[in-house]
Structure formats: C-alpha cells, structure tokens
C-alpha cells in the first residue's frame, strides 16, 4: 500500500504538540507516523487553541482554530477545502472543542468537501441527549469511524447506531522501544538499586493516584526499598480552575502516610524521548483511574507495549488490553487491593516476567509503523467510498426520495406562555414575562397556528383551547368604533394604546381571514368574518407595504371560502395595484425591491404578490412576486450555503452596508411560508430547497451553528447575535418556529402522498 497510495495530501484535526494533552501527543504521533511510512503524502495540521495567543507550534500546524470562536471553524474548512486536501483524519474528545458539548467541530465537517475518517477517543455509554446528538452527526458527517478498541467498536454500533462495514480498529499507536532491564535506565533518576513503580499523565482528581499514595505503606512494610514516580504536570483546565491544589492533597497524604521519602513528583510535561527513558526505569506501572468509561488510554498503551508490567483498575481499555496474563486488574478505589497485587508481582519475579513477555509481544502489533499503514488502509477506503451523503449540496436532493425528519412538534412551551386571556408576549428564558403582557400581534400568529396545527390533526383538545383563546383575544382587540385593533395589554388587562400599528392591523386581518377561509369550526367562521369585513377598509388609509401584504394574505384565505364577496375582491386589486407601483418607484438594476431598504418581515411582499398574481390571473403580479423573492432569497444565502437573513441590527438600505445580525426567526417564517407558496405554485424544486434552507437556520444551519429550537421546551430563542444566541423564548420567535414547522409538515405530507411535485392551492 505504501507505494500505491493515492491519498496524497492528510489534514489531522484536533491538537498538536505543544500543546500538553493526550491528543495533542496522539495527533503529533500519528501525523508522524504516517508522514514517516508514506513520505509521498504530504500531512498537515489543524490545531485547536485553548489559551489566547495559541503555541509556538512547529510548521506542520498549518492552521490555528480558537477553541471557542466558529467563525474559525468555518474558517479551517474553508483552508482545507482550498487547499485541495484527499482525506481529513479527525480525532474526537468532548473537550478539545468549542460549543455546547463540543458541537462546533460539527459546523467544520458540515462544510467539508473530502471524506473525513473520525478516531473516536472517547465513545459514552451513557451519552446525555445533546452528547448523543454530536456522536451521531460525527458518524453521520464521517466516511470512516475509527476506535482504539473492541469495546468501542460495539458501543458504536449498539449506542450510536454506526454501520459496523464503516468502523475500523486500529490499536492506540506506541513507540517501538527495545525489551531491556529497568536497571538500565535507573541510575539517570538517582534511583539506581531501587524498586520503581510509575504513574505518569498529566494529573487531575479522576486519576486515583491517592490509593496508590494509601497502599504504600502495606507494600513499604514487604518492599522498603520501593519508590514511587508520579510523572506529569497539572492538566491545564485543572490548574485553570483550581491550582496545583490536587497535587498538594497528594504531597500532604504521602507526608500523613509516612512515604514521603519514597514518592517522587516530578511536575513537568515531558517529551518523547524522556518518556520512555521514565519508562523503561520503571519495575511495574500502576494506573488506578476511577472511571470505568474509558475506551482509550494512550499511557497504558505505551507502558505496556513497552513491556511492563502492569497493575491496573478495570477501566474498558485495561480490561481489553490486559486479559490473557498480559496484566493485572484490581478494583476501583480499592487501596488494599493495589497493595496486594503490586506485593505479589514483586515478589514472584516468574510471573512478573511473564506478563511483561506477554504485554511486549502484543505491543508489537501497535508500534506506530503499523498503525500508521493501518490507518492509511482507512484513508484509502474512504477515499473510494467518498464523502458522506450527509454532506452533499441541499440542490442534489430529490423530493421523490424519503422526506428529512423534521423535529419533534411541541407545544409544551407555548402552552406555558398561554393562560385564558391570550399569548404572553415575552419570556425571560423559558418563564412567561408577566411584566410585559400581551399583544395583538402574537395572538393573531398563534390563531393562524392553530389552523394550521388543526389541518395536521395536532391534539385536538389543545389545539381548540388556543384556537379559542386567540379567538377571544382578537375578538376584544378590535374597536368596534375606530374598526381597528389595539396591540399592547398589560396583565391586568388594560389596553396600553389608542390604536394598534398599521402593521398590528395587517396581522389582525390575516389571522381573521384564515379563520374565514380554514378554520373548520363555523364559530370562528362567523366571529372572523364579521371582524374581517369591518376592518379590512381601513388597508386602503395605510402606507405600510407590510400592512399591505398581510391584508393580502388575510383577503386570500378568505376568498377560499367567500369568493364572491365584490368589496373585498376590490381591495386586493387596490393593495395590489399599490404594491406593483411602489416597486417601480423603487426597484433599480441592482436593487430588485419594493423599498429603498430591506427591514423585517420582508419576504411576506413577495409572497402576497405571488398569492394575488396566481388567483387573478395576472401574471405580470406573479412574475413580480416570484422575481423579488427570488432576489430576497438569493440575497439571504451566505457564501457557506446556509440562510442569512437580514439583520435588525441596522437592517440594509441601498448603497450602504448591510447588517448580517441581529437575525431574527420572522425572517425564517416569512422566507420558509413564500418560498413554499412559489414551490405549490411554479412546481419548482428550487423554491422548496429554499425553504427547507431557511427551516434549517432554527434548528443550527446558520452563521453560528446553533439551534434557536430548543427540543428540551419547545420554545424557540428570540435571535442570534453576532455571538451568541439570545436565550430568551419569547413569543414572536416560538410562533415563527412553530408556524414554519406545521408549514413544512403540510408541505412535507404532500410530497409524502404525490410522487411528482404539482401546484396546488387548498
């Protein structure tokens, strides 16, 4: 394989000396290993940061991400994918990357072009949900999953569900070092005609070492002339957050056990050539880690295959590597236990050798020569089979395949934000804000949802509750004198304004008209109608474009029911008529819309058009409406694919500088709502792939990739700032989840029932 390989050019992803971490010592190892088996491919690295500033790495980092920051993610996927690399080798741990459990890592491989081979480091049993949820986009994203054990192998397929053909084991690589007597090394420590144990790693409270600490003084009483080595500076999150403060606890029990003269620290971070030096001083190496969950152990791997005995808590990778005589285990947290074995072993010098025999002679299948061809048989299988399907461009999916799972539909929060009066307007958090009341606006959307959600047989009972409510609350909002609606109510029900925004007005008479048009209750039917038909005159008094369009929306469902109503049929030609010439005064060559700026809420202009055009007949009206979404939509689609929609935080005027953030979930409603009206009404795929693309943002297909859906409440957060997600769930951003999700479902059930996409219009 050496001399045939075509994978010329290898990305390692994940840390790299010197910074001082096991992986950081596995990637620099591997990328080593391989670079020296097959000097025809170039290897590279990626390193992740965790301290400003990074290290002073050597030229082989090629790249430098910060741990915390995506746009560097984005940023290292843009290098790789620039600079033509064959294969991305990845090595995974829940704690060398940014984001909720590590889940930045997943925005890199999501803009990868070449096949990415993911070493697994750790694999949990007991994985938490959003835990589970990182492990199976990583094995969805990767070609090839690689573990260091047998255990790991089936965790994967049994926890994670992973495609057994897709997972190879490849032992945790080691140095090939000689099998000599410890004596030889033993006068470089001043320790020379002494008996060594050794520990080493870097240190942290999971290590155990206080029951080595604890069994000293039995083994003392049999060996007194013992001494005990702990190798290894304070992990770097350790003395982060608590100092050297492990470390002193240990220094003080060996000086309360009366072993101090017999225990060794040597704080420090050493390299390679060291190490095994340390290694081979050592009679037996102890590792007394009290978590049972790990699958890998680079120290264990290279104290064993260099040929030591070894005495060991049964953690997953110890129990594999040291069955069959190759080792001894004793019971977590069990000093007593540690003590006997280690007495045992020092004083049966046959067995002793036995086990260190047998732990060499494995040891030599996973020097790092061999795991470096074993690897690079991955590279090349992953380099045939290509990159996953979960990494292909939205445009390669066809409609006539089995439809994406959408997420879990949940009105648990939006409950939570609903007593008998109507829909709280804000939340802090997941908790109602009582303080700031109610408002039309939210009651109208959560009306129009609960259509929605009564067309898709959502819980009925509920369903009608909210229906209900919002009913009510519409109802009470709208002055019979002025045939207007209030917006803003306190919580002690007093209507906090004269008169409700135009805006307020064009919501009002949309849900109404969805009322007419669907609701499948003759009471809502009723009550709609008369409201609708008092207060859709005064749209002919407003200036807003946006009021314009929801009453466009509004006179739509209600003429699917009452087409013959003459009076309203006029007011869509005059709302219309005013849009199309609001666009000719503003529309330039290179501005391909109906204001000189682009605020909020802006695709429903378009969608009322492409509603109008279609039921009248005009075309000119449904070419406009389809030519300005399809400029909107052109213009929300960020350079990495995903939808962008424009900021509140300045909005974007013609000739000046558009604000990417804050991005608000309306603009996803508003997008994902017309681009599915163009696909019903074009048939064209185009529109529904832009709609699922503008779903995507809610559930982490954005700039920052995360999710403003929260699965956990069911509420949805109100925005995502330039660096992070504002966690409040508030109504406005739960309803234009839930509204975009009952639309995609609708969407999504006709697709499910109709092999060929067809236009309709229920």
Known sequence: MKENSKVRKIAFVGDHLPRKCGIATFTSDLLAAVATAYPQSQCLSVSVNDIRGGYAYPEVVRFEIEEQDLPSYLRAADFLNISNVDIVCLQHEFGIFGGPVGGHILALLRELRMPVVTTFHTVLREPKTDQRRVMQELISLSTRLVVMAERGRQMLQDIYHAPPARIDLIPHGIPDVGFVDPTYFKDQFGVEGRIVLLTFGLLSPNKGIEYVLNALPQILAEFPNVVYIVLGATHPNELREHGEAYRLSLEILAKKNKVEKNVIFYNQFVDLENLKEFIGAADLYITPYLNEAQITSGTLAYTFGAGKAVVSTPYWHAAELLAEDRGVLVPFADAPAIAREVIGLLGDDNRRHAIRKNAYRMGREMVWSNAAQLYMRSFELSRLEGAPLSRKSLATKTLDQKPRELPELKLSHLSRMTDSTGVFQHAVFSVPNFSEGYCTDDNARAFVLSVLLGELKEDPERVRTLATTCAAFLHHAFDLKTHRAHNFMSFDRRWLDVQGSEDCQ????????????????????????????????????????????????????????????????????????????????????????????????NAKLSHALILSGRATGQQAVFERGLETLRWLTDLQISEKGYFRPIGTNGFYTRGGTRANFDQQPIEAQA????????????????????????????????????????????????????????????????????????????????????????????
């Not at 330039?588 to 819309?593: G, L, Q, V």
């Open 506 to 601: 064009g919501r009002a008479l949309w849900a109404l008209g969805v009322g007419v048009g669907r609701s499948p209750f003759r009471s809502f039917q009723m009550m709609a109608g008369q409201l609708f038909s008092q207060g859709l005159p005064t749209m002919t008094e407003f200036s807003s474009p946006r009021a314009w369009a929801f009453g466009l929306i509004g006179i739509h469902e209600y003429l699917r029911r009452l087409s013959g109503d003459s009076m309203v049929n006029q007011i869509r030609e005059t709302l219309t008529s005013r849009l199309m010439d609001l666009f000719e005064r503003s529309a330039r060559p290179d501005w391909c819309w109906f204001e000189g700026s682009l605020s909020y809420d």
């Open 671 to 762: 997008t994902v709502s017309a681009c599915l009206e163009a696909y019903r009404a074009t048939s064209d795929l185009w529109w529904y792939e832009q709609a699922q693309r503008a779903f995507d943002w809610f559930i982490g297909w954005n700039d920052l990739g995360v999710e403003l859906y929260s699965p956990q409440t069911g509420g949805c957060r109100d925005g995502l700032h330039v660096d992070r997600v504002n966690g409040n769930q508030g109504a406005e951003s739960t309803l234009a989840f839930l509204l975009s999700l009952a639309e995609m479902r609708l969407a999504q059930n006709m697709l499910t029932s109709f092999k060929q996409p067809i236009a309709v219009d229920e």
